[in-house]
């Protein structure tokens, strides 16, 4: 992006005058200084949203995924995130969808803090063994109630893992701005598209900004938190670099969405799929709506990445997502629960 224009923008611009004296009788509020470009894009801390962090390491292996959790009641919501994000992209969601459910977020593999032998493995065989042995590690052989909620590429692994029909207590399935026909059309200018992001940042601020003002996401906030598990610091070349190198994972791409919409409608649990925008559903996904067989929402001005630029309006969607359903903590109702303990006020 050009600096010239960069420099112009309001949030750099700092105000120089001098403080007015405070006047009982002003009937306008003086305005607060404006905050500088580094003020604004300033990291925050994953605990503002979530209560605790753990490392799950997995039998048998050297593999160790990180996990994100917050709220202590009601059924998991266990979130998948897309490929080069972060668990740290259902953060500001996790603040409000905590005071009904329980969330959990993991770091895939070869993303955030997890760390694997193998980081660069994304096929989805493997990333849907992970998430089958973190959900095990963390409640054994009697989960309660797991709605499983994934965006783009963990929004595939999501259907996978349902269509698996191996957990035993899987209540609902959310699917986040992916659709087969579209993803699969979409692969061809992937790598053209990872080619032309920055690639390396002076400061973790810096890459916060360059994903605010490129559009990638659209939320300062959510930005805030969930762009600095999205880096790490390359000693050799002094600055900031991607911590997934998704170029490198071009071989399992096809393997994500291929099949995704028939796998998704004969998931045999509610299921939910929330797009950014009018997508073109392909034959089987519009007979399948038809037929009544999901709940279709088109969440307007957004981009992509729907949880993190409206995080209030999605954490919404499932917490009502999880009352029209009746599920508790147990996969069904609890006794005595009134349906409006889940709905909006």
């Not at 459910?101 to 493995?121: E, Q, Y």
Request: glycine residues 8%.
């Amino acid at each position: 992006m050009d600096s010239s224009h960069m420099t112009s923008l309001p949030e750099d611009i700092t105000d120089d005058q001098p403080p007015q004296p405070a006047s009982v009788f002003a009937s306008v509020p003086q305005r607060p200084p404006t905050k500088s470009s580094s003020e604004k894009y300033i990291p925050l801390d994953w605990s503002v949203y979530f209560d605790k962090e753990d490392d799950v390491a997995i039998p048998e292996s050297n593999d160790v995924f990180h996990v994100y959790m917050a709220g202590t009641e009601g059924p998991v919501v266990f979130c998948l995130h897309g490929g080069g994000y972060s668990g740290l992209s259902f953060a500001v969601s996790t603040g409000i969808i905590k005071e009904k459910a329980r969330v959990v977020a993991m770091d895939l593999r070869g993303h955030g803090k997890s760390v694997t032998d193998n980081d660069v493995d994304l096929s989805v065989e493997t990333m849907c063994n992970d998430v089958l042995a973190v959900i095990k590690e963390l409640y054994g052989d009697s989960p309660p109630a797991i709605i499983l909620v994934g965006h783009s590429m963990g929004g595939s692994i999501a259907v996978h893992v349902a269509a698996r029909r191996s957990l035993s207590n899987l209540a609902g399935l959310i699917v986040v701005d992916v659709v087969e026909g579209t993803a699969m059309a979409s692969l061809i200018h992937m790598q053209k598209i990872l080619s032309n992001r920055m690639q390396h940042f002076s400061s973790i601020e810096k890459a916060i900004e360059w994903s605010v003002r490129a559009g990638t996401l659209r939320n300062v906030d959510s930005a805030r938190v969930s762009v600095p598990a999205t880096i790490k610091y390359d000693d050799s070349r002094k600055c900031y670099v991607y911590r997934t190198e998704l170029e490198k994972t071009e071989q399992y791409w096809k393997g994500w969405y291929e099949g995704l919409s028939d796998k998704f409608l004969s998931s045999p649990v509610p299921k939910m799929l929330l797009l950014a925008g009018t997508d073109r559903l392909d034959k089987s996904l519009t007979i399948g709506q038809m037929q009544g067989k999901f709940q279709m929402i088109v969440v307007r001005h957004t981009g992509h990445a729907i949880q993190e630029d409206v995080p209030d309006e999605f954490a919404t969607l499932v917490i009502n997502f999880i009352s029209r359903n009746q599920i508790g903590p147990n996969g069904v109702v609890i006794p005595g629960l009134r349906k409006a303990a889940f709905s909006k006020p």
